[in-house]
T-cell receptor, first 113, second 116 residues
Framework: RKEVEQDPGPFNVPEGATVAFNCTYSNSASQSFFWYRQDCRKEPKLLMSVYSSGNEDGRFTAQLNRASQYISLLIRDSKLSDSATYLCVVRVRGSGNTGKLIFGQGTTLQVKP | DTGVSQDPRHKITKRGQNVTFRCDPISEHNRLYWYRQTLGQGPEFLTYFQNEAQLEKSRLLSDRFSAERPKGSFSTLEIQRTEQGDSAMYLC??????????????FGSGTRLTVV
């Protein structure tokens, strides 16, 4: 079983739609949680951090449920420019405090006109 | 350019050949990571350096793989006797240790390796 699991999609939605991505993680020692965005053939870039209290950045809302080990990302009013792969990422506490990130498989979003 | 640089951007090699990739991190970043990403998958951790010390290696890093960061600045990743399964994007990331853990990563654009 992968440490971070996502539905790979693809999610095909029309412009203006609301779309939600889910992610589960298996390691209860996971400490920090993120959503990264990766455009085709480009490097991953941090989209936003995820907190138990929930956090919002414009049209994007992220939520963490530590009890269920579940992370979500909600995108409202989808734009064509939102088309990308969204990677669920956790940092696991390690003995050496490596600070390495564990990535999910990624969920592909395609926003259509 | 003050970002993370990787060279080459693309590499096509024949099976059995050796290849070496280079990563130049952001100058003040003392931590450097190598990841590998295959098609349709997220990046997978390979190895980590703090300054010149290699502190962790994934079991994905077989004995054909070696990484160095000799002066705590740039890093190289070498793959010996390449196999078709090594075809992937190799990503380098760096960060400064004083950043809150999990934060402050900057990824390079990657080196795309194709083994034919």
């Amino acid at each position: 079983r992968k440490e971070v699991e996502q539905d790979p999609g693809p999610f095909n939605v029309p412009e203006g739609a609301t779309v939600a991505f889910n992610c589960t993680y298996s390691n209860s020692a996971s400490q920090s949680f993120f959503w990264y965005r990766q455009d085709c053939r480009k490097e991953p870039k941090l989209l936003m951090s995820v907190y138990s209290s929930g956090n919002e950045d414009g049209r994007f809302t992220a939520q963490l449920n530590r009890a269920s080990q579940y992370i979500s990302l909600l995108i409202r009013d989808s734009k064509l420019s939102d088309s990308a792969t969204y990677l669920c990422v956790v940092r696991v506490r390690g003995s050496g405090n490596t600070g390495k990130l564990i990535f999910g498989q990624g969920t592909t979003l395609q926003v259509k006109p | 350019d003050t970002g993370v640089s990787q060279d080459p951007r693309h590499k096509i090699t024949k099976r059995g050949q050796n290849v070496t990739f280079r990563c130049d991190p952001i100058s003040e970043h003392n931590r450097l990571y190598w990841y590998r990403q295959t098609l349709g998958q997220g990046p997978e951790f390979l190895t980590y350096f703090q300054n010149e010390a290699q502190l962790e290696k994934s079991r994905l890093l077989s004995d054909r793989f070696s990484a160095e960061r000799p002066k705590g600045s740039f890093s190289t990743l070498e793959i010996q006797r390449t196999e078709q399964g090594d075809s992937a994007m190799y990503l380098c990331a760096s960060r400064f240790s004083r950043e809150k853990e999990g934060y402050g990563y900057t990824f390079g654009s990657g080196t795309r390796l194709t083994v034919v």
